[in-house]
């Protein structure tokens, strides 16, 4: 059960799962590749990641003399706030 707020985006064999707090992405992305291995079915693993983005991303990343991690979904580069889960593909 989710205690942020909590997106998933789809298009076609893609989507973004968006998670206001970092340890409800890594259950998501958990649970995700277990419920896909039982239909034998895995995640694109070069394309899979999970990213702090957004507002506290700059602050955090900035203090380490880093920008904040940006990726791209349809052809777009994403520039949002919360935490990634997974941008892949089946």
């Given at each position: 059960?989710s205690?942020?707020?909590a ?13 206001q ?18 239909s034998?079915?895995?995640?694109a ?32 580069q ?7 889960a997974?941008?892949?593909s089946l």
């Open positions: 059960m205690q942020g707020e997106y998933l985006v789809r298009f076609v064999d893609d989507f973004v799962g968006s998670f707090n970092g340890h409800e992405a890594e259950e998501f992305l958990r649970q995700l590749r277990e419920r896909l291995s039982d034998n079915l895995y995640l693993e070069e394309k899979t990641r999970i990213l702090q983005f957004g507002r506290f991303a700059a602050v955090d990343r900035a203090g380490a003399g880093m920008r904040p991690e940006t990726f791209e979904f349809f052809g777009l994403a520039c949002l706030r919360g935490w990634i997974a941008a892949s």
